[in-house]
């Protein structure tokens, strides 16, 4: 048993260590502060949805039913956490290479890495679903009884989810001996798992009420565990027998899986097929070029980097797409084409959209990972291959532009002579963040990865990248303030060509100030 | 061919990784540099490749300063790390393309020398296959491929022959000298002993960042009339 804790130790550590490099904390001291802080900013709008829901259910005099709402909401999320978080922990573990060889029994090591997820998931448990329990359980008269039921349910809250998630990644590894494509299956429930969020709490409408209702009692029927923790957190004993029943059931699965997981982890892919000998190409091509290739190969070849860019590129037409569909859009007054500055606006924001949304520079320097030194020891100069970086990241983006224009072209009657203006500001736009960004990867470089979604998702220079975005407004704002005579054309232009201006600025402190930084990176 | 002028590296400000190394290697010399676990091997070779900037000294290569003309300082080497991390979701022939361009090896015999550097490593079988695929030992050879392919007048290797087969070892330290015979440079660290002593022309010792000793191999194995390895073990016993 001894044994056994210190393992769930060294995985926890583990776990908290990728988390804090993920986030873009390093190992520094104050990580552990910013870490704190993160964690409870995080819970916050948990904590909210949680009590807004009993509020909600309380409202339709049905308190335990927002218990089941929240137990079948909780029964996603923690899937769709657990799922990347199980194939994070036996397929990507920094300590599995040196755990293996020791003399442990093999259900330690499996066991060890399931228990830090269900800590992890019973912590979810606790910001999610205690404050809908226990205020639940208040209201039912209970007081000291509330507080206990409510926390038990926390801890038998997230086996039944988490045996689950277990099988689905038995499922998923055994179908795909990549691990770049397993980790891409995280990615998409990391997706998925932002959807549970946002359509948890958008179902929580007045006008949806009575459908709600009507579907969580049905859903109930189907869930069995929501129901029984609906009586749980109303104080039913025979309800919390069940559910500690299942559990029971639950652990004993859990074992079984998580003792294959851990066998499949170990096993190598399979064979390689033979091919047939193949004539190869030898012509020579240019620096400049072969980098470029290089650097768009690191995106589109790895499964994550590509996915993750696709996401980003179509992220805004896609949210515009489902506005169409649901009338939140005045989609005819456009297709009128009588307001061509509205037009122009939006043709502009959507070409933009790229540029601003898929900060590509920002990872510029960390997707390369490891192999980072290659490019440092080639005879080029340091200024080549950062422009290359910048350039990759333009190349992407302002394809995506062109491609956004052209369709917005085919649908919107845009009058021609806004084109001039437009694709000047898109461009300088573009090329001025892929500039900015850079010097944001240059002073946080981060190499060390192993998982390529912790390279390039919640990595903290994307947020950073993100956050200063939004000051890029006052340019058109202080060009239409400065020159009040200008129509929207003429500020578009305009800003176009201030932001010209502060990309060559901000080149130029590249090619001397930061190249020198650059090239201190790594090694 | 390769001058280190006073060269100190500290990663902390505190410890020296590197301290006042000063070292010469000659044009047309095998130079082994030796040292236990940590005495500052990897970081002198990624001072020399310019992976890391030096605290404090002077590194030129080839007459050229590193600092100064990086550009044309790294034309005169090809580095193999110690551990083979490169892209690899590219094809090994991408691989080696890559790297010829951006050594301007000429057209005309580009083919021929990868063709003769893949043949002899027994990795041309295996070029039309994405790097991923690869065992460490194919990767590592690939990388030493890619480093011979432009003929630089500087070979640095670091720790080289960890993880290839007998074969192929046999094969590198033919073309070490090969090279050298050529006129070429070759500036390795090992911890082979009986290898360094088998080509090396001269051999530095290192410990602890400071340099031990930078000699002859048969100039020291006669003042010390020992071998080699009884040698290495008295020089770094502590200092
Ligand atoms: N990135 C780094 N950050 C901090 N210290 C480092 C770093 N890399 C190496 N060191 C320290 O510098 C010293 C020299 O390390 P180096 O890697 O050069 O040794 P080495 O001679 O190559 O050893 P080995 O034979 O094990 O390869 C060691 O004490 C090591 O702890
Ligand atoms: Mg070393």
Redesign the pocket.
């Known amino acids: 048993m001894r044994k056994f804790r210190a393992l769930v130790r060294l995985e926890l550590l583990e776990f908290f260590s990728k988390y804090r490099t993920g986030l873009g904390y390093g190992a520094a001291k104050r990580g552990k502060g910013l870490l704190v802080f993160t964690l409870l900013l995080l819970a916050v709008p948990f904590v909210n949805m949680s009590v807004g829901v009993y509020q909600y259910f309380l409202g339709w005099g049905r308190p335990a039913l927002g218990v089941a709402y929240m137990t079948m909401v909780a029964f996603l999320l923690l899937s769709f956490t657990a799922i990347p978080l199980l194939f994070s922990f036996y397929f990507h573990s920094r300590a599995a290479q040196f755990l293996a060889p020791l003399p442990l029994p093999a259900d330690y090591l499996a066991l060890a890495k399931m228990v830090v997820v269900w800590l992890y998931l019973a912590g979810i448990n606790f910001v999610l679903l205690f404050p809908v329990a226990f205020l639940t359980g208040i209201k039912a008269g209970h007081t000291v009884g509330a507080l206990f039921y409510s926390l038990l349910l926390c801890v038998l809250n997230p086996l039944p989810p988490l045996f689950l998630s277990g099988l689905a990644v038995l499922g998923l590894s055994t179908r795909t001996a990549n691990r770049n494509r397993k980790s891409l299956f995280s990615y998409f429930f990391a997706f998925a798992l932002l959807g549970v969020v946002l359509g948890a709490q958008l179902l929580l409408t007045e006008a949806n009420a009575m459908r709600l209702v009507a579907w969580t009692e049905r859903l109930t029927g189907f869930y069995l565990p929501a129901g029984w923790a609906a009586q749980i957190a109303n104080g039913s004993l025979l309800d919390l027998f069940k559910y500690g029943a299942l559990n029971v059931l639950c652990w004993y699965g859990f074992k079984a899986v998580a003792r294959k997981l851990h066998c499949a982890a170990l096993v190598l892919p399979g064979a390689r097929p033979v091919r047939p000998p193949v004539t190869f190409d030898f012509r020579p091509r240019k620096k400049y070029w072969q980098l470029l290739r290089r650097h768009l190969f690191i995106i589109v070849r790895h499964p994550v980097f590509l996915m993750h860019t696709i996401l980003t590129l179509i992220l805004p037409g896609l949210v515009l797409f489902i506005g169409f569909l649901s009338g939140d859009f005045p989609v005819e007054s456009l297709l009128r084409g009588d307001e061509q500055e509205r037009l122009l606006l939006f043709w502009v924001g959507l070409a933009s959209a790229p540029a601003l949304l898929a900060n590509l520079s920002a990872t510029a320097i960390t997707r390369e990972g490891k192999a980072f030194w290659e490019t440092r020891v080639l005879p080029v100069t340091t200024w080549m291959n950062l422009r290359v970086r910048m350039a990759t990241t333009i190349l992407v983006n302002l394809a995506f532009s062109l491609l956004v224009t052209v369709v917005f072209l085919l649908g919107f009657p845009l009058e021609y002579r806004a084109l001039f203006p437009g694709l000047l500001f898109v461009t300088m736009l573009t090329m001025f963040l892929a500039a900015t960004d850079l010097v944001i990867n240059i002073y946080r470089p981060y190499l060390h990865w192993t998982n390529p979604a912790a390279a390039i998702k919640n990595n903290l220079n994307v947020l950073l990248a993100l956050a200063y975005r939004p000051l890029l407004a006052v340019i058109p704002v202080l060009a239409a303030v400065c020159f009040p005579w200008l129509n929207l054309y003429g500020i578009l232009v305009c800003s176009g060509l201030f932001l010209s201006v502060l990309t060559l600025v901000v080149r130029r402190v590249l090619r001397t100030v930061l190249a020198a930084k650059f090239d201190q990176i790594g ?1 | 061919m390769l001058v280190l002028e006073d060269v100190s590296k500290t ?2 400000g505190k ?1 020296m ?2 301290n006042r190394l000063n070292l010469t290697v000659n044009a047309g010399e095998i130079f082994g540099f030796l ?10 070779i ?1 001072l020399i490749t310019g992976l890391l900037a030096p605290t404090q000294g002077r590194i030129m290569i080839n007459g050229v300063d590193l600092a100064t003309a990086p550009v044309e300082a790294k034309r005169n080497f090809t580095y193999v790390p ?1 551990h083979p991390e490169i892209f690899t979701a590219i094809r090994g022939i991408d691989y080696l393309n890559f790297l010829a361009d951006m050594y301007d090896v000429p057209a005309s015999v580009r083919r021929s020398r990868i063709e003769k550097y893949t043949r002899i490593f027994a990795l041309d079988g295996a070029l039309g296959e994405v790097i991923q695929s690869y065992s460490h030992g194919m990767k590592q050879k690939l990388v030493i491929c890619g480093a011979l392919l432009p003929q630089a007048p500087l070979f640095i290797l ?2 080289p022959l960890v993880g290839l087969d007998p074969l192929a070892a046999r094969h590198l330290k033919e073309i070490m000298k090969e090279h050298c015979a050529a006129g070429g440079t070759v500036f390795f ?1 090992s ?1 082979l002993l009986a290898v360094v002593d088998q080509i090396c022309d001269r051999v530095a010792v ?1 410990n602890q ?1 400071e340099l031990i000793i930078c000699d002859r191999v048969e100039r020291i194995k006669s003042d010390y009339a020992q071998s080699l390895e009884d040698i290495f073990l008295e020089l770094t016993k502590d200092a």
């Open positions: 090694g | 990663y902390d410890r990784a590197v040292g236990p676990n940590g005495a500052g091997k990897t970081t002198t990624k110690d670091d720790e660290s911890h290192i960042g």
